[in-house]
């Protein structure tokens, strides 16, 4: 953040009968001038920095929206009537884990392992 310019005015102060006081107060005069062109330098860093976090806001403000266009995306995917978003963190937990359908279209946790020994054991039972 950009810090507002100030001046020491102490090396300028005369006294009564101040021989120097002619060069002090053009001193002073200077360091106002200088001080002029501090807040002009001032106020365009603030103008920039204000520019810069309005730019901030609206990228943020975009990448919420595209999160949310991907988040309505992957609520448009379903296996029967669940979408996949309704699994809770933490339900697919053995190795082999996956969400499938269950016999009436829900959402149920399945096991690729589980599942190919009971298709393979159907198959043997068919013989």
Do not use: C
């Not at 002029?36 to 330098?41: E, L, P, S, T, Y």
């Amino acid at each position: 953040m950009a810090d507002f310019p100030t001046i020491d005015f102490g090396p300028f102060e005369w006294e009564t009968l101040d021989q120097n006081y002619i060069v002090k107060w053009n001193g002073k005069l200077v360091a106002l001038n200088d001080l002029q062109a501090n807040i002009a330098a001032f106020g365009a860093e603030v103008t920039a920095e204000k520019q810069a976090a309005a730019d901030s806001a609206q990228a943020a403000g975009e990448s919420a929206q595209e999160a949310r266009g991907y988040r309505d995306q992957t609520q448009a995917i379903a296996v029967g009537d669940v979408s996949i978003t309704d699994l809770q963190p933490g339900t697919l937990t053995a190795p082999g884990d996956y969400a499938g359908p269950d016999g009436s279209g829900g959402l149920m946790k399945r096991n690729i392992l589980d599942d190919t020994l009971a298709r393979s054991h159907a198959i043997a039972l068919s013989f």
